[in-house]
């Protein structure tokens, strides 16, 4: 039987969600017996390959084109999309900039900030992707088919998750599977 094909990508996050995907520790040689991983941002393959996969995880917000861009080419490349964490799942801490003009963050962030060095600019320039005013969860930029929440979440839910999937059933996530320590 071929193995299932798995994708994934990040967007605006900090990789704890692909932090706890791998804290499935010694269960991840028991996972790459039925997946094939084509495509990670831990790996040197970095795009979903244009003939497909099975099933993509996209983790962090969309804050900016070119993450929206990344999000549209998972979903357009994955038979099952997997928005993995808060961030994903609802806009996470990512979405506290909704609170804030665009002008406003890109100068604190480029000018105002107390290591900026004197006379320093906004960078302008075609090739630097442009913020959205709002940050968004990434259902309200593509259809998700499974979402699992948590900052990150716990690698239980991951696991159970994913063998659920092998299992050919969809996974539906319980409370016990979502709690924190």
């Given at each position: 039987?071929?193995?299932?094909?798995?994708?994934?990508?990040?967007?605006?996050?900090?990789?704890?969600?692909?932090?706890?995907?791998?804290?499935?520790?010694?269960?991840?040689?028991?996972?790459?017996?039925?997946?094939?991983?084509l495509?990670?941002?831990?790996?040197?393959?970095?795009?979903?390959?244009?003939?497909?996969?099975?099933?993509?995880?996209?983790?962090?917000?969309?804050s900016?084109?070119?993450?929206?861009?990344?999000?549209?080419?998972?979903?357009?490349?994955?038979?099952?999309?997997?928005?993995?964490?808060?961030c994903?799942?609802?806009?996470?801490?990512?979405?506290?900039?909704?609170?804030?003009?665009?002008?406003?963050?890109?100068?604190?962030?480029?000018?105002?900030?107390?290591?900026?060095?004197?006379?320093?600019?906004v960078?302008?320039?075609?090739?630097?992707?442009?913020?959205?005013?709002?940050?968004?969860?990434?259902?309200?930029?593509?259809?998700?088919?499974?979402?699992?929440?948590?900052?990150?979440?716990?690698?239980?839910?991951?696991?159970?998750?994913?063998?659920?999937?092998?299992?050919?059933?969809?996974?539906?996530?319980?409370?016990?599977?979502?709690?924190?320590?």
């Amino acid at each position: 039987m071929a193995k299932v094909t798995l994708c994934s990508d990040w967007l605006d996050v900090c990789s704890g969600c692909h932090m706890s995907l791998l804290d499935i520790d010694e269960r991840i040689v028991e996972l790459l017996k039925h997946v094939q991983l084509l495509s990670m941002p831990i790996t040197d393959l970095k795009h979903p390959p244009k003939g497909g996969c099975d099933i993509g995880i996209l983790t962090g917000a969309v804050s900016n084109d070119h993450q929206e861009a990344v999000a549209k080419e998972m979903r357009e490349r994955c038979k099952l999309l997997i928005a993995l964490g808060d961030c994903a799942v609802f806009g996470g801490i990512c979405a506290m900039r909704n609170f804030f003009d665009v002008e406003d963050v890109l100068r604190r962030g480029y000018i105002e900030t107390e290591s900026t060095a004197p006379g320093s600019e906004v960078p302008r320039s075609e090739e630097i992707a442009k913020l959205f005013p709002q940050v968004k969860a990434v259902n309200q930029v593509v259809k998700v088919d499974i979402h699992i929440p948590g900052c990150p979440p716990p690698s239980e839910a991951i696991w159970y998750a994913l063998t659920e999937l092998l299992a050919g059933r969809m996974p539906v996530l319980t409370d016990d599977l979502l709690t924190y320590d």
